[in-house]
């Protein structure tokens, strides 16, 4: 084994030292993504710090997921970075329209038989963006199991 592929399987190892850790601090945090009909001010309040919290650590693991692919295939690391960023894109519009509830947290009630045009586009919003967050998330992990399967493996069992 060459000195720069030697070096290139201890920096993925170190890395992917660091993406478990990552991992593991996602899996403690338990963040989901469904929608509740809660209709509290506080409640908005404490899911919008959840997931911006949650947001800040998946940017992490997914950064270093595209580090580790950068090392090995810079193309497929190239299109990783723009999933990233529409990654960033959507939960920053989920991040927005829980604001938005926050303010106005009867928005979110299906019992409320008043509901205004907006308040049920706002409710709608929501739900799509929630469902596009976690469909989105499933095809970056795809994405990069597929990636690691066909080529990360190869050079740590080397």
């Not at 409640?43 to 693991?61: F, H, I, M």
């Amino acid at each position: 084994m060459s000195y720069d592929s030697e070096n290139i399987k201890n920096i993925i190892g170190k890395k992917s030292k660091k993406l478990a850790e990552l991992g593991s601090i996602l899996a403690k945090n338990q963040f989901t993504y469904k929608i509740q009909e809660k209709t509290t001010k506080e409640y908005w309040e404490k899911r919008v710090q959840e997931l911006k919290k949650y947001d800040e650590t998946s940017l992490a693991y997914y950064n270093e997921i595209q580090n580790i692919m950068n090392l090995v295939n810079k193309d497929e690391a190239q299109t990783y970075l723009l999933h990233i960023s529409k990654f960033r894109q959507l939960s920053t519009d989920l991040i927005k329209t829980m604001e938005k509830i926050k303010e106005n947290p009867s928005i979110i009630d299906s019992k409320d038989k008043q509901q205004s045009l907006w308040s049920k586009e706002v409710k709608k919003k929501i739900l799509e963006i929630s469902k596009n967050c976690v469909e989105h998330e499933k095809y970056m992990n795809s994405v990069f199991r597929k990636f690691y399967e066909i080529n990360i493996k190869e050079i740590l069992d080397k």
